[in-house]
Structure formats: structure tokens, C-alpha cells
């Protein structure tokens, strides 16, 4: 089962104590009606836990999907959990949302809105260039797909793919003279098959639980986050 992921940057210092203080406990309710029904959406934040440099937790959001039934559209409520992390580095706070990008983002301004009181404190990352290729360095042969931008004045976007892929000079060469902006690759620490993107998004293709999710961005991708 593939498990996407996107990391964030605090921009404002906050404690590990205000952190939990702030998430634990956090419930708001709405009231959403349609015709004759009427539903009451929960969104809240359960299932904290501490770690030594750390705070995990779900963050929990009801909404009303509509399913076709018999040629009638029946509203139903449903709730989507996802998992958060927020680990400290040597001079700052990240935190990775387990879920696909746009959805993501719209969880990290939710999380800025309830530790810091406004949007807008909860930010993207970026991986330099030369930080995302010294990654496929670590294991050049276990790279399977490179993406690259600004490759040549005609040429603004270019990708690469095949098991032999760095065995072609082609690699090398754009490497030199273009942004590599996304690779599949083999970690050969934990042996994941990840696509990584400079904008702080990992995937892990391979079945993972979300704390060995974690475990694998802290240790192998929160190193090359500028």
C-alpha cells in the first residue's frame, strides 16, 4: 500500500509542552444540514504521544460524502484521520502530514491555526539541488526514475527512466547543468522504495506503518531539508 507524506517548517519557535498543551483535547463541532437530514461534524485531534524529541497524534475530520443509490444521491457522513508528527531538528520544528499533498497542506494551516492562533506559521520545505541528487548518491543503482527542470532554454522539463538508469551517461550529464526536482529511488538503509520531490513530498511505495514512515523521513530525509 503506497504512503504518501508531506513535510513542513515551523517558522515560529513554540515548546514541546505548548504543543501538547495547545493539540490536546481540540474538538470543534459544526451542524451541516440537506433536505430533511442533519448531521453533526466533529473535527479533532486524538491519540497524542510524547517522544523524547517529538509529538504524534490524529488529526480526525468528519464531512458528508454522497453516495448514488438507486437513482438518488444519499448523503452520508464519513471521517478521515490522519496521522501527524512534529519532530524537532537542532534549530527548529518539523512536521510531516501523512496524506496527499493538497490535503496535507490544508491539515498544516488547520495545525498552524490551532497552535499559533492564525494560518501561515506552518510552511513548505525545500531539498536543495545537489542535497536531493546526494540522496542517489547513497545508492545510485537503486535510483529507477529522475525528473529534472530547467534542463536547456527549450527544454523546461525532462525525465529519465529504466532499471540502468545510471549507467547512462544521460544522468551525469543532466545532473551537471539541470535541477533534479524528483526521484524514485531504494533507500539502502531501510530499503524502501521512495519518491522523494524538493518540495518536501515523500512517497513509500512499499507496505510501511506510519511510525516506520516517520522513522524513515526523520532519518533519511529531514538531513537534506534546507
Not at 525528473?147 to 551537471?176: M, T
Amino acid at each position: 500500500m503506497v504512503m504518501p507524506g508531506k513535510i513542513f517548517k515551523l517558522t515560529r519557535p513554540v515548546g514541546f509542552k505548548t504543543l501538547i498543551r495547545t493539540l490536546k483535547g481540540y474538538r470543534m463541532t459544526e451542524r451541516f444540514s440537506i433536505e430533511d437530514k442533519e448531521f453533526e461534524l466533529v473535527t479533532e485531534i486524538t491519540d497524542l504521544e510524547e517522544g523524547e524529541r517529538s509529538v504524534s497524534g490524529i488529526y480526525a475530520k468528519d464531512s458528508v460524502t454522497f453516495i448514488y443509490y438507486h437513482g438518488k444521491y444519499i448523503p452520508t457522513p464519513k471521517t478521515t484521520e490522519t496521522y501527524f508528527n512534529f519532530t524537532a531538528r537542532k534549530n527548529d520544528i518539523l512536521l510531516v502530514v501523512l496524506q496527499e499533498k493538497w490535503t496535507a497542506k490544508r491539515i498544516a494551516s488547520e495545525l498552524s491555526r490551532i497552535i499559533f492562533g492564525a494560518k501561515g506559521y506552518i510552511t513548505e520545505t525545500e531539498i536543495a539541488p545537489e542535497d536531493l541528487k546526494a540522496f542517489h548518491d547513497q545508492n545510485p543503482r537503486g535510483t529507477k526514475v529522475s525528473f529534472f527542470e530547467r534542463v536547456a532554454q527549450n527544454i523546461d522539463k525532462l525525465s529519465l527512466y529504466g532499471p540502468d538508469l545510471i549507467e547512462a551517461s544521460l544522468f551525469e550529464d543532466y545532473s551537471s547543468k539541470a535541477n533534479l526536482w524528483y526521484i524514485v529511488a531504494t533507500s539502502r538503509k531501510y530499503g524502501h522504495v521512495v519518491g522523494i520531490t524538493r518540495n518536501g513530498i515523500v512517497v513509500i511505495f512499499n507496505k510501511v506503518t506510519p511510525k516506520e514512515y516517520i522513522e524513515f523521513v526523520v532519518n533519511e530525509v529531514f538531513p537534506i531539508i534546507t
